[in-house]
């Protein structure tokens, strides 16, 4: 299981960062070159989320992504340190039915992450929230010489 880690002060000019780095980490790990732009989306909305709780909560702590790759997967979480409700993890969907989510445009963020991907984690509590999103990877294609 090969990480990466991406830690960035919680500004919008680097966000676009993150999204060309997790789409590269994320080709090289096996994604499908169909979805990399579907991770790319997925990664800005997750760290726009994040660059959002911490400008709200005077946070000054970095927000941290993670690229993992495993085998048959490739992850990605994206963390904040934004104190949230204690809450079980839970799906998107789940999170968009639930009413004391924070904000319309936290709800929004989230609805657009599980619209472009099918495996998705939320979860939060007092020290920080993530979103963990997840895709199949194919394995190498075999090189004769």
């Known amino acids: 299981m090969a990480t990466v880690e991406l ?3 919680a500004l919008p000019e680097h966000v676009r960062t993150a999204r060309l780095v997790a789409a590269a980490v994320a080709r090289r790990a096996g994604v499908d070159e169909a979805v990399l732009d579907e991770v790319r989306l ?14 709200h909560g005077g946070i000054s702590a970095p927000v941290k992504v993670l690229l993992i790759e495993e085998e048959k ?3 990605i979480e994206v963390g904040d340190e934004a104190p949230h409700a204690p809450v079980r993890a839970r799906s998107a ?7 004391d989510v924070e904000t319309e445009e936290d ?3 989230l609805a657009v992450i599980s619209g472009l991907v099918d495996d998705v984690e939320v979860s939060a509590g007092e020290s920080g929230g993530s979103i963990r ?5 194919t394995p190498p294609a075999a090189t004769f010489t």
């Open 7 to 9: 830690r960035f002060s």
């Open 42 to 55: 997925a990664v800005g909305e997750a760290c726009t989320r994040a660059v959002g709780l911490h400008q």
């Open 73 to 75: 997967q490739f992850s």
């Open 93 to 99: 969907d789940e999170v968009l039915g639930d009413p």
């Open 107 to 109: 709800e929004m963020g």
């Open 133 to 137: 999103m997840r895709w199949p990877t």
